[in-house]
């Protein structure tokens, strides 16, 4: 590997890295602020609403301003409505669990994309990855522990439905990706947020301190600068080099949950999370080497 292409992988994995510490920072910011009283709705309207301008400046300074054009505005709508309501069972699942234990369960988002892969895209998926599914919801039997309550039922229903959606999310902008830049669909998803929102918004506006008022600017700016750094690590590196860099986010909640909190993550969460986060390693690594099959059959001279 030459050291330019060394150098990429490195910047695309430091990006990485550094948006999951904005995003684990944002699910603190969300937790803080729901103590201090804002509810879900406001929540959801502040990190849509101060990405926006986030979003324009970056587009504006790298593609330009004229890359937001598209020929695809439903494909748009319908990342946002997907988008939304995976928002609400993130930010619910951030409210109503510990914030190791949220994130725990985001990472069964590449078990969902293998189901939702096989069953709407009709991928093909081997027993390897199967069996990697399977070893993946045992991790999370072990986490929820059902019939001891280690974790609210309830509770763990939202984070496996955010982690559902975000799965859901992914193989949307994989469709959308093929003719829409990512800068483009992460404007119009901020964009096209902000007025549906804002109707429930206006319904749910309550007066804050200062301090909470901060917060919750704070999560959109936040949120907005992580999301910008999942899209630019993807211009550097490949999926399967950078995914594994998501599992940093349980270091953050658990330092989060600590510091803030005086929380630390349940003894079955310990258990769990090492075989949910051991699933979707196999997994992204089954579809790199499928990945790296196909080439080179595509390559084989006939």
Same mark, same amino acid.
């Given at each position: 590997?030459?050291?330019?292409?060394?150098?990429?992988?490195?910047?695309?994995?430091?990006?990485?890295?550094?948006? /999951?510490?904005?995003?684990?920072?944002?699910?603190?910011?969300?937790?803080?602020?729901?103590?201090?009283?804002?509810?879900?709705?406001?929540?959801?309207?502040?990190?849509?609403?101060?990405?926006?301008?986030?979003?324009?400046?970056?587009?504006?300074?790298?593609?330009?301003?004229?890359?937001?054009?598209?020929?695809?505005?439903?494909?748009?709508?319908?990342?946002?409505?997907?988008?939304?309501?995976?928002?609400?069972?993130?930010?619910?699942?951030?409210?109503?669990?510990?914030?190791?234990? &949220?994130?725990?369960?985001?990472?069964?988002?590449?078990?969902?994309?293998?189901?939702?892969?096989?069953?709407?895209?009709?991928?093909?998926?081997?027993?390897?990855?199967?069996?990697?599914?399977?070893?993946?919801?045992?991790?999370?039997?072990?986490?929820?522990?059902?019939?001891?309550?280690? /974790?609210?039922?309830?509770?763990?229903?939202?984070?496996?439905?955010?982690?559902?959606?975000?799965?859901?999310?992914?193989?949307?902008?994989?469709?959308?990706?093929?003719?829409?830049?990512?800068?483009?669909?992460?404007?119009?998803?901020?964009?096209?947020?902000?007025?549906?929102?804002?109707?429930?918004?206006?319904?749910?506006?309550?007066?804050?301190?200062?301090?909470?008022? &901060?917060?919750?600017?704070?999560?959109?700016?936040?949120?907005?600068?992580?999301?910008?750094?999942?899209?630019? &690590?993807?211009?550097?590196?490949?999926?399967?080099?950078?995914?594994?860099?998501?599992?940093?986010?349980?270091?953050?909640?658990?330092?989060?949950?600590?510091?803030?909190?005086?929380?630390?993550?349940?003894?079955?969460?310990?258990?769990?999370?090492?075989?949910?986060? &051991?699933?979707?390693?196999?997994?992204?690594?089954?579809?790199?080497?499928?990945?790296?099959?196909?080439?080179?059959?595509?390559?084989?001279?006939?």
């Amino acid at each position: 590997m030459s050291n330019a292409r060394t150098d990429r992988v490195a910047t695309g994995l430091a990006l990485r890295l550094f948006a /999951i510490a904005c995003l684990a920072t944002m699910s603190a910011l969300i937790k803080l602020s729901e103590i201090r009283g804002a509810n879900l709705a406001e929540t959801m309207f502040h990190r849509q609403l101060w990405a926006v301008p986030l979003v324009t400046l970056w587009v504006a300074a790298g593609p330009g301003l004229k890359s937001l054009k598209t020929q695809r505005f439903g494909a748009h709508v319908w990342r946002t409505a997907v988008g939304l309501t995976g928002m609400i069972f993130t930010f619910g699942a951030v409210v109503l669990l510990p914030l190791a234990e &949220a994130q725990t369960f985001q990472f069964t988002v590449p078990i969902f994309a293998t189901l939702l892969g096989a069953l709407l895209l009709r991928e093909p998926t081997g027993w390897h990855r199967w069996s990697a599914v399977i070893v993946g919801f045992l991790g999370v039997l072990i986490v929820v522990q059902p019939g001891h309550q280690a /974790i609210p039922v309830f509770s763990a229903i939202v984070g496996l439905l955010a982690a559902l959606f975000v799965a859901l999310v992914a193989i949307t902008l994989r469709q959308i990706g093929k003719t829409e830049s990512a800068g483009t669909t992460v404007f119009w998803f901020s964009l096209l947020s902000v007025p549906v929102l804002g109707v429930v918004y206006i319904f749910n506006f309550q007066h804050h301190d200062p301090v909470t008022w &901060a917060i919750l600017i704070a999560t959109g700016l936040v949120g907005g600068v992580g999301q910008l750094a999942l899209t630019g &690590a993807m211009r550097f590196a490949p999926v399967s080099a950078v995914v594994p860099m998501d599992y940093s986010g349980l270091i953050w909640a658990t330092l989060y949950g600590w510091l803030l909190f005086d929380m630390f993550p349940t003894f079955s969460t310990w258990l769990g999370a090492p075989v949910i986060i &051991a699933s979707g390693l196999y997994i992204v690594y089954r579809e790199q080497k499928l990945a790296r099959g196909q080439a080179s059959y595509a390559e084989t001279p006939l």
